[in-house]
């Protein structure tokens, strides 16, 4: 079923100021460049590196990405509130304990402010041997490119005002262990913020794989099927009313593609990440967050988690020479384009459908802040995209001779100048909020 992407398309409409289609418009090629080979320019980003010399390590690129969000501020008139959060953290990979610092940029919203969409980079790079924080480890691609693309947002959404917070992110110990992530979920908890979208963007600069394989066109976003908070009670309402392919992270999966422009593809990849990997989204996820992650089309295992070598003809290492900037480019106005269309519109609603042992469906959701409409949507058990928009200004909506048995339900709320937040599906565990003990 195709009409998801465009009838939702349709739903979404700029702002005054600059209009949505200008916004990705604005990403600079060259400054993605110039950030990539800054970050390079460290040596390394290791964790467990330097944490204070001036040139080289992790401290040195952390104040660096700090200068760039504040020199971003001031060209905004100081519409960024930059914070460094920071804990002591050890483990498997931290044998002795180090500070962990995230270095986060706020923009916040004009009507809504506690309500977030957060992007975010890890700054840190490694080597070959995950615990050597010597060895030169550029990270280029992984994941100076999911930094930089971070960097690029702020610089070019800061010059608008959005009714919802913005929050860019680069975060720190994710090879060490997906450290920075959960100290930015668990920081993004303690400020009571309502979580409308992570973006996670690592390894989202590259086109071609060791294998020659080439997909420039392609850009590939995972997000988990059965939510990670769920308990035994969510799983059991979910085998009677249905939910595996329905929880917040995949409906934030399904609006992202729904906004892809015709460079670039979205190819939903429904599992939480790549096969016996992880990133920095699923500590969000873990806390009931919605929140998805973008990876390139095809990977290339010679140039990420190696040290700089040459073997039998072949050169190993995280350099930006294997890098593709106008692909990086592309990702980065996806982003762009996403961030602004939620940083637009209202949260989800939490909606419920009565269907059962009935000739007829009703849809019921309580109002939700900022919305002036909704749209009720529906698909087959088995589509994967939704169709058939009805749209309502009321909270509750029949629909005579829909047998529930058949379908999904959602409900998406739209802002008075016409931006749509994503669909909530109204299935046990479909609202895009933390579950309540």
């Known amino acids: 079923m195709k009409a998801f992407p465009a009838a939702l398309a349709a739903l979404i409409v700029a702002m005054p100021a600059i209009a949505a289609a200008d916004e990705p418009a604005a990403v600079s090629e060259a400054r993605l460049r110039a950030d990539i080979d800054k970050l390079v320019s460290f040596g390394t980003r290791h964790t467990l590196s330097s944490q204070s010399d001036p040139k080289r390590g992790i401290g040195a690129a952390r104040r660096w990405a700090e200068a760039e969000f504040r020199k971003t501020s001031r060209a905004c008139g100081n519409c960024l509130t930059v914070v460094l959060p920071e804990t002591m953290v050890s483990g498997d990979r931290i044998p002795a304990p180090v500070k962990l610092v995230d270095v986060v940029a706020i923009q916040r919203g004009a009507e809504r402010p506690n309500e977030v969409v957060i992007v975010q980079g890890h700054i840190d790079s490694r080597g070959s041997d995950v615990m050597d924080a010597r060895v030169d480890a550029p990270g280029a691609n992984d994941d100076g490119s999911g930094t930089a693309l971070v960097l690029e947002a702020a610089r070019v959404l800061s010059k608008q005002k959005f009714t919802t917070t913005i929050i860019y992110a680069a975060l720190s110990g994710e090879e060490q262990g997906l450290y920075g992530g959960k100290l930015l979920a668990d920081f993004a908890k303690a400020q009571g913020w309502t979580v409308k979208a992570v973006l996670n963007n690592d390894i989202v600069g590259n086109t071609r794989g060791a294998d020659g394989l080439v997909d420039d066109a392609t850009v590939r976003v995972f997000s988990e099927g059965p939510r990670a908070d769920g308990d035994d009670k969510l799983r059991a309402a979910a085998r009677r009313y249905g939910g595996e392919n329905d929880s917040p992270s995949r409906n934030l999966s399904r609006f992202v593609a729904g906004l892809a422009a015709p460079e670039l593809a979205v190819r939903q990849v429904?599992?939480?990440?790549?096969?016996?990997?992880?990133?920095?989204?699923?500590?969000?996820?873990?806390?009931g967050y919605p929140a998805i992650r973008f990876t390139v089309g095809v990977e290339n295992y010679d140039h990420q988690h190696q040290d700089l070598r040459t073997e039998n003809g072949t050169f190993y290492g995280d350099t930006a020479a294997y890098m593709d900037f106008p692909y990086l480019a592309k990702v980065v106005r996806l982003n762009v384009s996403t961030l602004a269309a939620l940083a637009r519109a209202p949260m989800p609603p939490a909606p419920t459908a009565d269907a059962a042992v009935k000739t007829f469906t009703t849809i019921k959701w309580a109002p939700v802040p900022g919305a002036t409409g909704y749209t009720v949507w529906r698909r087959s058990t088995d589509a994967r995209d939704w169709g058939q928009p009805?749209?309502?200004?009321?909270?509750?909506?029949?629909l005579p001779g829909v047998r529930g048995d058949d379908w999904i339900f959602g409900v998406s709320a739209q802002a008075a100048g016409g931006a749509s937040s994503p669909i909530a599906s109204a299935v046990p565990g479909g609202q895009f909020a933390p579950l309540k003990p």
């Open 270 to 287: 429904w599992r939480a990440d790549r096969m016996g990997r992880g990133g920095d989204h699923l500590p969000f996820e873990d806390l």
């Open 390 to 398: 009805v749209q309502t200004t009321a909270t509750t909506l029949d």
